[in-house]
């Protein structure tokens, strides 16, 4: 994989004295052309499957509420009919290790098909770059803009653009923030506090104009002025990609047995001997990272196969076969046959497969109901009437069903424990209910020090949805 070379301070004594060069080179601004293809049909594809969801979810509604709300605040996240309570964090790790082995699947099999499809970076590159071509127009017309003195002409479309942009963002950051407020309680509080609205409100709260600019100006950012330099720079992704390849890693490759030497196009047709590339830099003018294929991969390319379509297009118009630049295998190029089932991939496909199969049967057989165990520490085991040992507890039931249910509560443990509370309680729909619970023992019936015992919370309607827990029973 080709690397930069480091750019390093160099102190040069000439006639005229030291002379001293930059440590990073200054960016030169990309301005990538529009490309019509097979792979850029897949990439609008990604664009609208993702934004779609991302700005459709938060208004979809499931038994009268957000159907998918993560509420910090109450500490409860909602997903569709699901309801997860911070002891559920185990289902988070897993997403985590899921994502994680997804990635390094995906890479071994086809390189950076996230970076270059459904990565947010690509995916509001893209947008804000549609965007630009709309109201600048295309490369062409850009570079020149670029070039032009200041004019009305170019600040009313650089401001058209960047409103166009800012508008864009903050939409972007209303919408994420309305995933941890509800939505449409937002959008209220957001048309009180423009004064759009009679109705009695608050307004929007500090945290969440907090949070709505700063998402909002992280995409206006990253997505419009930084854009290939996230994917750089700022991305670690980039840095240990190469780790995951092999020679049948398959990726966007330039077949130099096809194309060189290169030769330009003339009125005197092509010269004798010379490969299929015209060397016309069209794999450059639509790479949103500037760089050339035809140098061979690089830690820049995102795999977005923007030089695939480019290429195409000019092959056919050369009447060439297509295929100069395409998805390859470093194996192939070197005339060997690619192998898709190989061991890292077979590993990662059985540990994904498992850990996927092992979630969902989790969910599956999730039981709707949780149980925590606190002993009251103030006091350990007393008298009571009758010579009784007795213990207390606290019992925190939690319904995570959006049904409001009774439960049963009973012990277990030695044949002369009794609850001496009442063993019926109503919890309130994914509400929790902290319950005291006094537990006795006859004194001859058990022997002093502690003893084994298993809370059971049953819910009276469904006896299915039972849940016991473990604690000790302190006998004097």
Same mark, same amino acid.
């Given at each position: 994989m080709a690397q930069p070379s480091a750019n390093i301070v160099r102190l040069q004594k000439k006639d005229d004295g030291p002379q001293e060069q930059a440590l990073y080179e200054v960016r030169k601004a990309i301005h990538p052309r529009a490309v019509h293809g097979w792979f850029a049909a897949?990439?609008? =594809? &990604? +664009?609208?499957?993702?934004?779609?969801?991302?700005?459709g979810a938060a208004w979809l509604q499931w038994n009268g509420r957000q159907a998918v709300l993560f509420d910090i605040a109450d500490r409860k996240f909602y997903i569709f009919g699901l309801v997860f309570w911070p002891q559920d964090i185990i289902y988070l790790a897993v997403l985590l290790i899921i994502a994680?082995?997804?990635?390094?699947?995906?890479t071994a099999v086809a390189g950076r098909l996230w970076c270059g499809y459904a990565c947010p970076q690509t995916v509001y590159t893209e947008i804000f770059m549609w965007i630009e071509r709309r109201i600048e127009g295309d490369r062409n017309a850009r570079i020149k803009l670029d070039q032009e003195p200041?004019?009305?002409r170019k600040l009313?479309?650089?401001?058209?653009?960047h409103l166009a942009w800012a508008a864009f963002a903050l939409w972007t950051g209303f919408t994420f923030v309305g995933y941890f407020t509800p939505i449409r309680?937002?959008?209220?509080? =957001? &048309? +009180?506090?423009?004064?759009?609205?009679?109705a009695p409100g608050a307004g929007l709260g500090p945290w969440e104009t907090f949070w709505a600019l700063f998402y909002g100006f992280a995409t206006y950012g990253n997505a419009g002025w930084m854009r290939e330099q996230v994917c750089t720079y700022m991305c670690p992704y980039a840095r240990f990609q190469s780790a995951m390849f092999d020679k049948d890693t398959l990726i966007i490759s330039y077949d130099p047995s096809r194309g060189e030497p290169r030769a330009k196009l003339s009125v005197k047709g092509r010269r004798e001997g010379a490969g299929d590339c015209v060397d016309c830099g069209i794999c450059v003018q639509v790479c949103p990272t500037g760089i050339d294929i035809r140098d061979g991969l690089q830690y820049q390319c995102i795999g977005c196969a923007a030089c695939i379509d480019g290429c195409d297009q000019v092959m056919d118009r050369v009447d060439r076969p297509r295929g100069l630049i395409r998805y390859s295998t470093?194996?192939?190029l070197e005339g060997g046959s690619t192998r898709i089932f190989r061991p890292r991939v077979l590993i990662y496909s059985g540990i994904l497969a498992g850990i996927v199969a092992?979630?969902?049967?989790?969910?599956?057989?999730?039981v709707p109901l949780k149980v925590d165990v606190i002993r009251?520490?103030?006091a350990i085991a007393r008298e009571v009437e009758g010579g009784q040992v007795e213990n207390v507890y606290r019992l925190q039931v939690m319904n995570t069903t959006e049904t409001s249910r009774e439960f049963e509560i009973s012990v277990t443990g030695a044949p002369t424990l009794q609850l001496a509370t009442d063993a019926r309680i109503f919890v309130a729909a994914t509400e929790s209910r902290m319950v005291p619970v006094r537990v006795r023992a006859q004194p001859g019936g058990l022997g002093a020090g502690t003893h084994k015992i298993r809370f059971g919370v049953r819910a009276v309607d469904d006896g299915r949805v039972a849940v016991q827990e473990k604690s000790v029973f302190v006998m004097r």
């Amino acid at each position: 994989m080709a690397q930069p070379s480091a750019n390093i301070v160099r102190l040069q004594k000439k006639d005229d004295g030291p002379q001293e060069q930059a440590l990073y080179e200054v960016r030169k601004a990309i301005h990538p052309r529009a490309v019509h293809g097979w792979f850029a049909a897949w990439r609008w =594809l &990604a +664009v609208w499957a993702t934004q779609l969801v991302f700005y459709g979810a938060a208004w979809l509604q499931w038994n009268g509420r957000q159907a998918v709300l993560f509420d910090i605040a109450d500490r409860k996240f909602y997903i569709f009919g699901l309801v997860f309570w911070p002891q559920d964090i185990i289902y988070l790790a897993v997403l985590l290790i899921i994502a994680a082995l997804s990635l390094f699947l995906f890479t071994a099999v086809a390189g950076r098909l996230w970076c270059g499809y459904a990565c947010p970076q690509t995916v509001y590159t893209e947008i804000f770059m549609w965007i630009e071509r709309r109201i600048e127009g295309d490369r062409n017309a850009r570079i020149k803009l670029d070039q032009e003195p200041v004019s009305p002409r170019k600040l009313r479309l650089r401001t058209a653009k960047h409103l166009a942009w800012a508008a864009f963002a903050l939409w972007t950051g209303f919408t994420f923030v309305g995933y941890f407020t509800p939505i449409r309680e937002l959008l209220h509080e =957001l &048309a +009180v506090a423009l004064g759009l609205a009679d109705a009695p409100g608050a307004g929007l709260g500090p945290w969440e104009t907090f949070w709505a600019l700063f998402y909002g100006f992280a995409t206006y950012g990253n997505a419009g002025w930084m854009r290939e330099q996230v994917c750089t720079y700022m991305c670690p992704y980039a840095r240990f990609q190469s780790a995951m390849f092999d020679k049948d890693t398959l990726i966007i490759s330039y077949d130099p047995s096809r194309g060189e030497p290169r030769a330009k196009l003339s009125v005197k047709g092509r010269r004798e001997g010379a490969g299929d590339c015209v060397d016309c830099g069209i794999c450059v003018q639509v790479c949103p990272t500037g760089i050339d294929i035809r140098d061979g991969l690089q830690y820049q390319c995102i795999g977005c196969a923007a030089c695939i379509d480019g290429c195409d297009q000019v092959m056919d118009r050369v009447d060439r076969p297509r295929g100069l630049i395409r998805y390859s295998t470093a194996r192939a190029l070197e005339g060997g046959s690619t192998r898709i089932f190989r061991p890292r991939v077979l590993i990662y496909s059985g540990i994904l497969a498992g850990i996927v199969a092992a979630a969902a049967a989790g969910l599956w057989l999730r039981v709707p109901l949780k149980v925590d165990v606190i002993r009251d520490r103030a006091a350990i085991a007393r008298e009571v009437e009758g010579g009784q040992v007795e213990n207390v507890y606290r019992l925190q039931v939690m319904n995570t069903t959006e049904t409001s249910r009774e439960f049963e509560i009973s012990v277990t443990g030695a044949p002369t424990l009794q609850l001496a509370t009442d063993a019926r309680i109503f919890v309130a729909a994914t509400e929790s209910r902290m319950v005291p619970v006094r537990v006795r023992a006859q004194p001859g019936g058990l022997g002093a020090g502690t003893h084994k015992i298993r809370f059971g919370v049953r819910a009276v309607d469904d006896g299915r949805v039972a849940v016991q827990e473990k604690s000790v029973f302190v006998m004097r």
